[in-house]
């Protein structure tokens, strides 16, 4: 009887145990999307792009196609104004899908520009995401971003 229930105990704790480790895939995919949006986007750092894409990135944005060395270039731009308005992202995941070393996720983007406490801009995006697990853990391989119109 005891040799049953190690035996029960084992197998409960690997279906629990296989259950979360998709929550968490779930959850780092939503993290790299997060990040990477501050880091890139709104912070401009150079170095997050290697930390978040993967060396052949392309970003489909609005129409036009940017490789990395247009992200570079945005980025390095962007971090020579001082314009003193900051960059607020918010997302609205709709659906992640994991296979493998592979997943994609598509959400609502918005992003806020602050002058000071005042909103002086707001843009929205409809958009998705594929990514690939490496060994430096999930980085992104295509960003697909199309303006939304407010809801």
Known sequence: MKRIFQVLI???????????????KEEKIKDLIENS????????????????????FLLLETGEVWDMDKMRNYIKEGGEQ????????????????????????????KAEFLSGDEVVREINWLESASAILTDEGWKLQ??????????
């Not at 949006?37 to 052949?56: G, H, N, R, V």
Request: proline share 3%; net charge negative; hydrophobic share 35%.
């Open 10 to 24: 084992i197998l409960l704790t690997t279906v629990t145990i296989g259950q979360t480790s998709e929550q968490t």
């Open 37 to 56: 949006f501050q880091k890139i986007f709104s912070d401009m750092e150079p170095k997050a792009l290697d930390t978040y894409c993967t060396p052949d």
């Open 142 to 151: 295509l960003l697909h971003s199309t303006i939304a119109r407010e809801e």
């Open 82 to 109: 001082k314009s003193g308005v900051k960059r607020i992202n918010s997302f609205d995941f709709i659906e992640i899908k994991i296979e493998g070393k592979m997943g994609w996720v598509a959400y609502h983007n």
